[in-house]
């Protein structure tokens, strides 16, 4: 019976011991659960698009939080192949600015050519842009200008968007923030044509950005002389258009080969009757003030956005509720 009691006890003791660990592990186990749960969650937003001159591989992409044209020390990425970036982890306040692209001379891949671009440059767009290319930096360009004269954010972009279609010949239906001129010029549908089109037509005025920006005087703000260059590009773009039309005349998205896209843009670029304006000295300044003002109408929109009363619409990944604050 001795042996039957300790043996019994020894039981006992055992699955006390037992009970015990797993209380120990439990409580552990929900105070881990519990401080998890105050900790504050990672950013989700996401912006995702392409690039393209032809598609831009190997270029940075950035949310210019800086406001000044640039990547710097921001949330950046680089495009692969298609042109595409992916910018992830983003907070509500980095989905409401613009974006910046970086292509790097000898680095940055142009897919139409196969070649690196022998000239580096810099692309802008509105926030929630989903193409960046020389057509969305004329767009930023223009709702600065138009910022500045009074509108809105959200009336300069709209206003912005509807005069380059305009000068394009498109429809207005047409986001040029949201189109990709390239990947629809090659399929076959109804606004292939069309893309054709606009696909040498930003390829045009990518070489007029590069070869104005290049006439700025020594020293020159590079922030101010993007924003001076795209308003002499946009000056020129209806005449640019009319002569990129003539010289496409007779040719469709499936017969023209990228080699013919490349070589009639690079024509077009250097006829006269479309030459661009210099970047001056006193434009420059001029556009250093206007820039300051515009900076700060955007920090007020953004802020004013950011005190707003979430509506739950667009969610942590959604940029469509965002792109009209620039």
């Known amino acids: 019976m001795t042996n039957v009691k300790q043996g019994t006890f020894k039981k006992k003791l055992l699955a006390i011991a037992v009970l015990a660990s797993a209380m120990a592990m439990t409580a552990c186990s929900g105070g881990s659960s519990s401080s998890s749960d105050d900790a504050p969650s990672e950013p989700t937003g996401e912006s995702t698009g392409v690039a393209y001159d032809g598609y831009l591989r190997g270029a940075t992409v950035c949310v210019d939080e800086n406001l000044n044209n640039a990547c710097d020390d921001q949330r950046s990425t680089t495009t692969i192949k298609g042109g595409v970036y992916r910018l992830t982890g983003l907070d509500a306040s980095q989905l409401l600015y613009p974006l910046a692209l970086e292509a790097k001379a000898d680095v940055t891949l142009d897919e139409d050519t196969g070649e690196a671009v022998s000239d580096g440059f810099i692309y802008v767009a509105p926030a929630g842009a989903k193409t960046v290319s020389a057509f969305s930096t004329i767009i930023q360009g223009e709702t600065e200008r138009r ?5 809105t954010p959200a009336q300069a972009q709209a206003a912005a968007k509807a005069k380059l279609a305009t000068d394009l010949g498109i429809s207005a239906d047409i986001d040029l923030t949201d189109f990709d001129a390239v990947a629809v010029s090659k399929a076959n549908e109804k606004n292939s044509d069309v893309a054709l089109q606009l696909r040498v037509l930003n390829q045009v005025a990518t070489q007029q950005l590069i070869r104005t ?5 020594a020293g020159s703000d590079p922030s101010a002389t993007l924003y001076v260059a795209t308003q002499n590009v946009n000056a020129k773009m209806a005449d640019t258009q009319s002569l990129v039309k003539t010289k496409l005349a007779g040719k469709n998205h499936i017969d023209i080969e990228v080699a013919e896209m490349v070589s009639i843009a690079r024509d077009t670029a250097q006829d006269t009757s479309v030459k661009v304006g210099l970047v001056t000295a006193a434009a420059v300044i001029a556009a250093l003030d206007l820039r300051e003002d515009v900076k700060q109408k ?9 005190d707003a009363p979430a509506t739950g619409a667009t969610g942590g990944t959604g940029a469509s509720g965002t792109s009209g604050v620039n």
């Open 147 to 151: 910022i500045a004269a009074g509108e």
């Open 298 to 306: 955007i920090l007020d929109t953004i802020e004013k956005a950011q």
């Open 213 to 217: 920006v290049k006439s700025a005087p």
